[in-house]
């Protein structure tokens, strides 16, 4: 048994520069895809929200446009959106294969899809209360939005940035089949096509306690900002 | 000041229209503390609301200092509403600010010509040890001080007061009653207050209208009470509620 807890050390040594790799291919296509989230994602869901009946931009048009703009990346199968987007990536980026920032453009629509969702939902549980008094007090929507919403709603808005933050993970290991590597494709490469599954199962780790470690971030700073 | 001519305004309910407010025409005169009374469904809130514009009249008009307030555009009416605090029920504060910063809110907002220091209005509300907790921390009288600080900062032209006291109980109420009269006292605003508590209107207010689903039924003078009962004792005001006729 020692020998082969030691025959694994060593194919683990082996491994680990190719592994650092995907971990950094990993990391592109996250960045890509939280700043999308950030920058794109949590104005189209405060649109939404702005725009639904009763709020302060309400416009069925806007809010239709959006809306189905959102269900339509959403419930598009993953690998299918990255197959479809093929000849947009090309036109924009010069190639849609082979690098990780190739594959960050679905990456990205995803996750502005995804986190505008969640911004909507968010926005809808601050309570009236606090709408009432923003308009007594005579505020435009970017005061409202800036000074009131996103004040109130911080903390849940973190939990659900957390929660997206878990399934670009999860997106990012399909690249691999527009040769944007990453950990997934680690695994898949070396664990599953060459049955090296012990390689496999320590990528799949490694996997789990980012997420672990992402989850628990989330969490604790959503609860320091949170003083409800 | 405040002049509301043939007011109406219905909603859409489960029965057809509901008309909340039915033909009220009332006038309001500056520096007066003015109590609307009726029983929950009256139309009171949607009345006082007419004021600030938070409800708009579906027919008549809603003249205030001059200015007929169905007539201003978006700008217009920020500028109008700038002008008017506001405490509610149940203190609407926000929670993830502390107190100074709830307070500080409205001043963010517009530029106010002659505002209050945030200092100055925590003292006069009597929370000037409270300034950094959140609400989460105070009791719901502490709240509606809050409130109230938040709405005198601005020195506002008129104060309204949507049932201030009706989530607080009878000492707190008290309370509150007291902090109210000393801020009308001290800057000289129009003071309406929406409330069924009757002993709320018997201790503050000059006027009164009582509203019946939807219509003004009658506008008395009040009888006003003139023991201001937040100085006395707990002993004492039970003696006086309940041994009084």
């Known amino acids: 048994m020692p020998e082969a807890i030691q025959i694994y050390i060593e194919r683990v040594i082996e491994y680990t520069p190719r592994l650092v790799e995907s971990l950094y291919e990993t990391g592109i296509m996250m960045v890509f895809a939280m700043v999308a989230a950030i920058l794109l994602g949590l104005p189209l869901g405060t649109l939404l929200y702005l725009a639904s009946k009763g709020k302060s931009l309400e416009n069925k048009l806007l809010y239709q446009i959006a809306n189905i703009f959102v269900n339509i990346v959403r419930s598009f199968p993953f690998l299918l959106l990255v197959v479809v987007m093929q000849p947009l990536i090309r036109y924009f980026y010069g190639r849609a294969t082979g690098d990780p920032v190739a594959a960050s453009f679905p990456m990205m629509l995803i996750a502005i899809a995804l986190y505008a969702r969640f911004v909507e939902q968010s926005l809808h549980d601050v309570p009236k209360g606090v709408l009432e008094t923003a308009r007594s007090m005579g505020v435009t929507t970017p005061q409202l939005v800036w000074k009131f919403l996103y004040v109130e709603a911080r903390s849940s808005l973190i939990i659900g940035f957390t929660t997206a933050f878990v399934s670009f993970i999860s997106y990012s290991t399909i690249m691999g089949v527009v040769g944007g590597g990453g950990i997934g494709d680690f695994a898949i490469r070396y664990g599953y096509q060459r049955y090296e599954t012990d390689i496999m199962y320590s990528a799949i780790a490694v996997i789990i306690v980012f997420v672990i470690i992402a989850q628990w971030l989330g969490l604790r700073l959503a609860a320091r900002l949170d003083k409800r | ?245």
């Open chain 2, 1 to 245: 000041m405040i002049d509301i001519k043939g007011a109406r305004k219905s909603f859409v309910g489960k029965n057809g229209d509901f008309k909340a407010v039915d033909n009220v025409t009332l006038s309001i005169t500056g520096k007066e503390i003015f109590g609307i009374i009726g029983e929950s469904g009256a139309g009171k809130s949607t009345l006082m609301r007419f004021i600030n514009a938070l409800e708009m009249p579906d027919a008549g008009q809603v003249i205030v200092d001059g200015i007929d307030v169905g007539t201003l555009n978006k700008n217009g009416l920020r500028k109008h509403q700038k002008d008017i605090g506001m405490i509610f029920q149940h203190f609407n504060l926000l929670n993830n600010k502390t107190v100074e910063e709830n307070i500080k809110l409205p001043l963010e907002l517009h530029k106010y010509k002659n505002p209050l220091s945030v200092d100055e209005v925590i003292k006069f509300v009597g929370l000037e040890d409270k300034k950094e907790n959140y609400p989460a921390e105070l009791s719901g009288g502490e709240k509606q001080r809050v409130g109230i600080a938040r709405a005198l900062v601005t020195r506002p032209m008129i104060l309204l007061c949507d049932e201030p006291t009706s989530a607080l109980d009878e000492n707190t109420t008290d309370e509150i009653v007291g902090v109210l009269r000393k801020a009308q006292n001290e800057f000289d605003m129009t003071v309406v207050i929406v409330t069924h508590e009757l002993n709320v209107i018997k201790q503050l207010c000059n006027r009164a209208a009582i509203l019946e689903r939807g219509r003004l039924i009658d506008t008395i003078d009040v009888n006003h009470s003139v023991t201001d009962r937040s100085d006395q004792s707990y002993y004492e005001r039970v003696l006086e509620v309940l041994k009084d006729a």
